[in-house]
């Protein structure tokens, strides 16, 4: 019972101080970089907030998504953000890092001794924390069209074979 409403009281701090409760390996770390990371949850009924987290560089890959994915493995799991391929192909870690919008699986970690700030992107909304709504960007992405298509709608049925291209 004691053990539960020590957490509990541990939580209410972090939540409230902008820092959280943080543990860095048993050795003092010599490589630390500090991430600030915007926090909000709409179910918490609080204003948006920063909150700042210790990463050692030498336990952590170069690029910003693998701290991100560190500080949720090891720090604070209801961090929320977006990530699928880690290539910078399918664009879901998109987020405004050092007020550069950009994705974090190509953005490397900047070895100065400034923190990192971590922002959703300016444009869109929020959902929590890192995560913004795509869905206004997905309708103008379909209404543009951008695959190919034929000059005479249903010409073609892919069905009965692939769609060959010519030469020209």
């Known amino acids: 019972q004691r053990g539960k409403s020590l957490t509990k009281n541990l939580a209410a701090n972090r939540l409230f101080s902008g820092k959280p409760d943080l543990k860095i390996s048993g050795t003092n770390p010599t490589n630390v970089k500090y991430f600030k990371i915007y926090r909000w949850d ?81 444009h869109m909304f929020v959902v929590k924390d890192l995560v913004t709504d795509l869905s206004n960007f997905y309708d103008q992405y379909k209404s543009i069209k951008p695959w190919l298509r034929t000059k005479v709608e249903g010409s073609h049925d892919l069905d009965h074979g692939e769609f060959l291209q010519s030469k020209q």
């Open 42 to 122: 709409p179910e918490q009924k609080q204003k948006p907030y920063m909150s700042t987290y210790p990463v050692d560089l030498n336990e952590c890959g170069p690029m910003v998504l693998d701290a991100l994915i560190k500080i949720k493995n090891e720090q604070d799991p209801a961090l929320t953000f977006r990530r699928s391929c880690r290539e910078g192909i399918c664009g879901s870690c998109a987020m405004n890092i050092d007020g550069s919008n950009t994705l974090a699986c190509l953005c490397y970690i900047d070895k100065s001794s400034e923190a990192t700030k971590i922002n959703p992107l300016p």
